[in-house]
Every structure is written in structure tokens, then in C-alpha cells.
């Protein structure tokens, strides 16, 4: 008789139970077409490969563009910086040479020569005064700016030096057109200018360095040697190199 009665044993139907999900239902019985948690988790690693790939490009390109400012700076400051003419001050022709560069010093490369400069007993004070605060050696360089006027005749071979007229911390904004603000930098006893290095093509070498030493010989004690440089000085008071002049022979850099 019991027979006769299969729908009163529902366990005899489990399909009856397959098609229906409780609230209760485990994780594990849930939908063929849900993605489990690692599928999810690889979703989205993979959605967050380009922003990887941004942060590895965007410093790659901004370490390019600050390695390559500077050439760019150089450049423009060649094509748009005014002229000037420096006065280098004797060196010893025998260690001139270190290498294939030369290096080399001005008259304004002297705090003695700087010291009966408008400006310059302030502006000497202040630096010794942030020298004197700095406690790293490493630290211990104060920018200052020469100011330069350029001479009456300035078509002579060579070519008359620029004259040192004052002396200021701060970059002066309203200079006449005939003066122009060299940025250095105050170190040890020193002011440097970013231009007392150069390399000279070792078939050059000799020729340079007998000149040099002629000329130091033949200079008047206390006299302008016939040795100057040529540069260009842009607005913010940075400068390159253009060539020198050894009497009425110009060699270009």
C-alpha cells in the first residue's frame, strides 16, 4: 500500500530541493555563475595593473625631465643670455692642466677683491653671519650675486673684462641694460661661479699652455693679463661658457 504513495516520501525526490536556495543557504551551494573570492581578488589585481604601470612610468619621466633640464637651461641660456667678459686672475701654467679640463679663477672670484664694492660690507656680514649658523660642513655655501657693467669700448681684441660695481644677496630686478647680476656661490673663503672648469681637446693643450705662460710672463706686475673669458649670463643670474681669448686668439669651448 505504501507504494501507491511515493509523493508522501519527499526524500525519494531530491530534485524537489535542488532548484530551491534557502536565506541559509552555505557559501558553498551558491550559484554556478558567481565567481568565488580568488576569481574576485584577480579581477581586481588585474584592474590595478595600468595604475602599476603608471607609478613606474611617471617617475621614470620625471627623473628624465630633471636630467635633462639642465642641458635645456644651458641651451637657452646660450641663445638668450648676454654676453660678458670676465677677468681670470694668473695661475701656474704648470698645474693648470688636470686632465683634458682647465680650471681656472676671476678677479671677482676674491672676497679682497669684492670688499670696496657698494654692498658689499652688508652683504659680507650676512653671509659670514649664515656661515657662521650652519653646522654642517656640507651646508656651509651662501648664494650672493656680483653685479657687472659692461665697459664703454667693448670692440677690442681681446675684449675689454666686465666691471664688478656692487655686491648683493639678493638677485636685483631692476638693473640697467648696460649691468647684469652673475650668480655665485660664497664657500670657504671663496666665491665660485659654476665656471672655473672646462674641457680644453688635448690637441689644444700644449699650444694653450705656452701661451698662458707667455703671457704671465710678459704681463706688468699688477696689470690686466690679456686672458679672458666669455660668457653668457641669463636672467636668473646662471651663466655658460663661450669661449677665451689669449690676446687676439679666440678658442671656443
Do not use: C
Amino acid at each position: 500500500m505504501n507504494s501507491d504513495h511515493p509523493s508522501e516520501h519527499p526524500s525519494e525526490h531530491p530534485s524537489n530541493h535542488s532548484n530551491t536556495a534557502s536565506p541559509t543557504e552555505p557559501m558553498g551551494d551558491r550559484h554556478p555563475d558567481t565567481p568565488s573570492p580568488p576569481a574576485v581578488v584577480s579581477a581586481l589585481v588585474g584592474r590595478r595593473l595600468p595604475h602599476s604601470r603608471w607609478g613606474f612610468w611617471i617617475p621614470l619621466a620625471i627623473q628624465t625631465f630633471l636630467i635633462a633640464l639642465a642641458p635645456a637651461q644651458a641651451l637657452y641660456t646660450m641663445a638668450m643670455g648676454k654676453p660678458v667678459v670676465l677677468q681670470t686672475m694668473p695661475v701656474d701654467p704648470y698645474s693648470l692642466f688636470r686632465g683634458y679640463y682647465v680650471t681656472l679663477s676671476y678677479d671677482i672670484s676674491s672676497v679682497a677683491e669684492l670688499e670696496s664694492l657698494p654692498g658689499s660690507e652688508d652683504t659680507l656680514a650676512q653671509i659670514q653671519e649664515d656661515f657662521d649658523e650652519q653646522t654642517s660642513t656640507f651646508d656651509r655655501a651662501i648664494d650672493l650675486y656680483v653685479v657687472l657693467e659692461a665697459p664703454e669700448n667693448a670692440a677690442t681684441h681681446p675684449p675689454t673684462p666686465w666691471t664688478p660695481v656692487a655686491v648683493t644677496r639678493d638677485r636685483p630686478s631692476d638693473l640697467p641694460t648696460n649691468q647684469v647680476a652673475l650668480h655665485g656661490i660664497y664657500r670657504s673663503g671663496r666665491i665660485t661661479y659654476d665656471l672655473e672648469r672646462y674641457y680644453i681637446p688635448e690637441e689644444q693643450r700644449d699650444t694653450i699652455n705656452e701661451q698662458i705662460a707667455r703671457i704671465q710672463r710678459e704681463t706688468v706686475t699688477d696689470a690686466p693679463q690679456p686672458f679672458v673669458i666669455e660668457v653668457r649670463v641669463g636672467a636668473q643670474g646662471n651663466a655658460v661658457p663661450v669661449g677665451f681669448w689669449l690676446e687676439d686668439a679666440f678658442f671656443r669651448f
